[in-house]
């Protein structure tokens, strides 16, 4: 039951919802703090990696490669975002993988090579941001990771033209034939052939960080925020808290 309604709550779709409730309070985040002892002193690849694999060994979070990726085209600065997966991080940086050749992404990234990584734990009531620059890998990196996944997986990469407008073939038809066409299109041209080539459209983006952001969730709003931040032109960070 709500706690309070807002005079005008009547005339919004959707008002201070809290769950599967319609309107409330928001739940307390009361499963764990955040102090600097508690983090790595030096790397935040090393600190990262840490509560990845305490996520992923969590039964509370179920694919902690999911990652929210964030891009803005330049010079109208408009920004765009979807849900990504993490397959890769290194001493370098994140790596993702997707189509670079048509989608927003490739568009906006071609005029602004800024990107950002959100992760969220809702289980253990942690985020990770990450915010720095991405650049395409080496096709043989790329190679490596297409061979992991399915055939179908394959071929769909070579399919897709993504993000391009789809045309209806006619009517009961909303352009997902076209779709379907380009697949068999695939199929034929790769009929037999297990070992598949990665569309050299396609491939992986690394996100090199500039800082990374872990944040736990706190009672009353006062979450633990702790910021590493990459000392210009070196491999060394600055650690500080931030105010919630």
């Given at each position: 039951?709500?706690?309070?309604?807002?005079?005008?709550?009547a005339?919004?779709?959707?008002?201070?919802?809290?769950?599967?409730?319609?309107?409330?309070?928001?739940?307390?985040?009361?499963?764990g703090?955040?102090?600097?002892?508690?983090?790595?002193?030096?790397?935040?690849?090393?600190?990262?990696?840490?509560?990845?694999?305490?996520a992923?060994?969590?039964?509370?979070?179920?694919?902690p490669?999911?990652?929210?990726?964030s891009t803005?085209?330049?010079?109208?600065?408009r920004v765009?975002?979807?849900?990504?997966?993490?397959?890769?991080?290194?001493?370098?940086?994140?790596?993702?993988?997707?189509?670079?050749?048509?989608?927003?992404?490739?568009?906006?990234?071609?005029?602004?090579?800024?990107?950002?990584?959100t992760?969220?734990?809702?289980?253990?009531?942690?985020?990770?941001?990450?915010?720095g620059?991405?650049?395409?890998?080496?096709?043989?990196?790329?190679?490596a990771?297409?061979?992991?996944?399915?055939?179908?997986s394959?071929v769909?990469?070579?399919?897709?033209?993504?993000?391009?407008?789809?045309?209806?073939a006619?009517?009961?038809?909303?352009?997902?034939?076209?779709?379907?066409?380009?697949?068999?299109?695939?199929e034929?041209?790769?009929e037999?052939?297990?070992?598949?080539?990665?569309?050299?459209?396609?491939?992986?983006?690394?996100?090199?960080?500039?800082s990374?952001?872990?944040?736990?969730?706190?009672?009353?709003?006062?979450?633990?925020?702790?910021?590493?931040?990459?000392?210009?032109?070196?491999?060394?960070?600055s650690?500080?808290?931030?105010s919630?």
């Open positions: 039951m709500a706690l309070h309604t807002a005079k005008d709550a005339n919004k779709l959707i008002f201070a919802p809290a769950g599967k409730e319609a309107q409330g309070q928001a739940a307390q985040f009361q499963k703090h955040l102090t600097r002892a508690d983090l790595d002193a030096t790397s935040p690849v090393r600190q990262f990696h840490a509560w990845f694999a305490a992923q060994q969590s039964d509370q979070v179920a694919h490669e999911t990652s929210t990726l803005a085209a330049l010079p109208s600065g765009s975002a979807r849900v990504v997966y993490l397959k890769e991080l290194d001493a370098e940086g994140f790596v993702i993988y997707s189509n670079f050749g048509t989608s927003r992404k490739a568009a906006d990234l071609a005029s602004n090579p800024w990107a950002a990584l992760f969220w734990w809702e289980g253990l009531e942690r985020q990770v941001r990450v915010e620059r991405a650049s395409r890998i080496t096709a043989e990196e790329s190679q990771y297409f061979d992991t996944r399915a055939r179908g394959r769909g990469a070579w399919s897709s033209r993504q993000s391009q407008v789809l045309e209806p006619g009517e009961g038809d909303d352009g997902r034939k076209q779709l379907e066409g380009w697949v068999k299109e695939s034929a041209k790769f037999g052939q297990e070992k598949i080539p990665v569309p050299e459209f396609w491939g992986g983006l690394r996100l090199v960080p500039e990374i952001e872990f944040w736990q969730g706190r009672e009353s709003r006062l979450h633990d925020r702790f910021v590493y931040t990459r000392k210009e032109g070196t491999d060394e960070w650690l500080e808290r931030l919630p």
